[in-house]
C-alpha cells in the first residue's frame, strides 16, 4: 500500500469511529448556540425557565414538530431558523445524555458510609 492509501484508509477509518461522538459534540454546540440550555439547562436536565428534557428525551417526530410549531411558553424555532439537519444533531446529543445512577445504587444515599 502507498502511503498516500494508508493514510487515506486511515483517515476515513478514524473519522467512521469517531462520527457518532462528533456528532454528540456538534449536538451540544447548537444546543449552547442555539440557547436551547438558557431554559433547559446545559444538559437538558431542566431550569427556572424549562422543564427537563434529557435523559430520555421525545422520539425525533415529536421533538420535532413540538420545537418547530410550539407556540406556549417555549418560542417555536421554525424550520428557516433550526433545519431539521440542525435539529436532528441536537436530538443526537440529547439522546446521548446517560440515565444517572438511580439512588438505591448509591451507598452514601442508603446510610452506607463505605
Ligand atoms: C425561552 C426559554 C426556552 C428556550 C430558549 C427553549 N425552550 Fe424548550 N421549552 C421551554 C418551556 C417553558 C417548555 C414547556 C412547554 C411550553 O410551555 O412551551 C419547553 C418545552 C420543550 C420541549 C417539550 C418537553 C416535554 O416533555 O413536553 C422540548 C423537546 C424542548 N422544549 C426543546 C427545546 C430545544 C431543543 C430548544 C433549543 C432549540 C429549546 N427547547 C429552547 C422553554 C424554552
Known amino acids: 500500500m502507498t502511503m498516500r492509501k494508508f493514510l487515506l484508509v486511515f483517515v476515513l477509518a ?16 447548537l444546543y449552547m448556540k442555539v440557547g436551547c440550555y438558557q431554559c433547559h439547562g446545559t444538559e437538558g436536565q431542566g431550569g427556572n425557565a424549562g422543564p427537563r428534557i434529557a435523559p430520555g428525551p421525545m422520539a425525533w417526530e415529536a421533538f420535532a414538530q413540538f420545537v418547530h410549531n410550539t407556540s406556549d411558553a417555549m418560542p417555536p424555532y421554525s424550520d428557516a431558523v ?20 438511580p439512588v438505591s445504587q448509591i451507598p452514601l444515599l442508603n446510610g452506607q458510609r463505605k
Do not use: C, N, Y
Not at 478514524?14 to 454546540?29: D, F, M, P, T, W
Open 82 to 101: 433550526l433545519p431539521d439537519m440542525e435539529l436532528k444533531v441536537i436530538h443526537a446529543f440529547l439522546q446521548s445524555i446517560a440515565q444517572p445512577t
Open 14 to 29: 478514524v473519522h467512521a469511529g469517531s462520527s457518532a461522538q462528533a456528532q454528540v459534540a456538534e449536538g451540544r454546540a
